[in-house]
């Protein structure tokens, strides 16, 4: 089995499965959830940073204020991301959350024709029809838009197309993006823990644990998610990273009892069809063209 493949699949399992840490420290508001995480995500990243002596691309970063400005504006999305995924979790809509991940291939293929001036194909357009009448099912279901859904699909589309533009590996970008942030989480985790007795000073000794494990379990799956995707064409990547979402809906459904009966998956349906056709034509399954006459 190829080693990527491996990599990639624990690093989605790992994120798939990000709803029982964030239940586990359900007592922490979300706001110092993102605060904690940041602040021991950049402890953690500046630690394997000097083990594995990779500084060299810091050199001149200071001469390059539009990578500079990119790397901000990723940053600020991620931890807008975070933060609305943590207040989800914590509210019980994890479902609605992974329908967001669901989404979100859709919604780069926006991306790549709103931004990138890329054209789409009629099956490209037809995935992106059937997501959008599975957002409405859901909109008339609920009486209102799955607005957690849309805004993580959204973020982290806009996030990945930022980085896709800015040429650095995944460990230095993150890595950049924490340090750029520490100017205004370091202070801000300060504030929260002394003025508003934040876990710090007044969680037990388990809470805080876990906590301060908040940064491996940021990292270490970035990391796994950067050795699978060197090893993997972009297509299988793509499709492994489904399974991420279906974890979490599945978590959601089965241990935390969140609500999904016939009418809800209608919608899910909806939106798994598009997915269906996108990732078939990504990996050049498309059974929707004639096939080419064959010479006598």
Do not use: C
């Not at 624990?10 to 420290?25: E, N, R, S, T």
């Not at 995480?37 to 940073?49: A, C, D, N, Q, Y």
């Not at 209608?266 to 069809?273: D, M, R």
């Not at 598009?274 to 990504?282: F, M, Q, R, T």
């Amino acid at each position: 089995m190829n080693p990527g493949l491996i990599h990639a699949a624990l690093a989605f399992a790992a994120w798939g499965m990000y709803p029982l840490y964030f239940k586990a420290i359900a007592s922490v508001p979300p706001l110092e959830v993102v605060l904690q995480r940041s602040v021991w995500s950049l402890v953690f990243m500046l630690g394997l940073l000097t083990v594995l002596r990779r500084w060299g691309w810091l050199r001149g970063l200071a001469a390059q204020p539009r990578r500079l400005g990119l790397f901000a504006l990723s940053a600020l999305l991620l931890s807008v991301n975070w933060l609305i995924y943590v207040m989800a979790v914590q509210d019980g809509h994890i479902v609605e959350a992974s329908l967001g991940y669901f989404i979100n291939p859709l919604v780069n293929v926006l991306l790549g024709v709103a931004v990138l001036r890329e054209r789409l194909r009629r099956v490209q357009w037809v995935a992106v029809a059937l997501a959008a009448a599975g957002v409405l099912w859901l909109t008339l279901l609920t009486g209102r838009l799955p607005w957690i859904a849309l805004v993580l699909a959204g973020s982290f589309g806009l996030y990945g197309l930022l980085r896709k533009t800015a040429t650095l590996g995944a460990i230095e970008g993150f890595a950049l993006e924490t340090l750029l942030l520490a100017p205004v989480v370091v202070p801000a985790l300060l504030w929260w823990t002394f003025a508003r007795h934040g876990v710090l000073v007044q969680g037990d000794a388990g809470l805080i644990g876990w906590v301060l494990l908040s940064g491996p379990l940021t990292t270490v799956p970035l990391l796994l998610f950067a050795a699978g995707a060197r090893r993997l064409k972009l297509a299988t990547l793509g499709l492994v990273q489904y399974l991420a979402p279906t974890i979490s809906l599945l978590l959601g459904v089965w241990v935390f009892h969140e609500p999904f009966d016939a009418q809800r998956l209608i919608g899910f349906a909806f939106i798994w069809a598009g997915l269906a056709l996108v990732s078939a034509d990504a990996l050049g399954l498309r059974p929707w063209r004639p096939a080419p006459p064959r010479l006598p």
